[in-house]
């Protein structure tokens, strides 16, 4: 029952901005950690941000300064403000949620392509 839908993806050129968003539907809980991760070709996915619901957040090292994570509780909402992007940002970009009550749950992803 309970999703995560993503949002926002598309094709971006370099140093441009794009924002991604995942609204989790199926529940009205509050998940603990909601987060960011990412897949490049032939890559393995990677943590890009995080945040609690409390407001702690965590940035991979390779976004911060460029990259923002927020979350709207209300709407059960988690964003990804993207700045500055770089080729190397291109991946498919997945929502994650975190409850050791309810469960962990992933969103489909969302393709985010950086390229003149």
């Known amino acids: 029952q309970v999703q995560l839908v993503e949002s926002g993806g598309g094709l971006v050129q370099p140093g441009g901005s794009l924002r991604v968003s995942c609204t989790v539907t199926g529940t009205t809980f509050s998940m603990p950690i909601m987060g960011w991760y990412r897949q490049a070709p032939e890559k393995e996915r990677e943590l890009v941000a995080s945040?609690?619901?409390?407001?702690?957040?965590n940035y991979a090292d390779s976004v911060k300064g460029r990259f923002t994570i927020s979350r709207d509780n209300a709407k059960n909402t988690v964003y990804l403000q993207m700045n500055n992007l770089k080729p190397e940002d291109t991946a498919v970009y997945y929502c994650n949620a975190e409850s050791r009550i309810i469960g962990n749950y992933w969103g489909k992803g969302t393709l985010v392509t950086v390229s003149s």
């Open positions: 945040i609690t619901n409390s407001g702690a957040i």
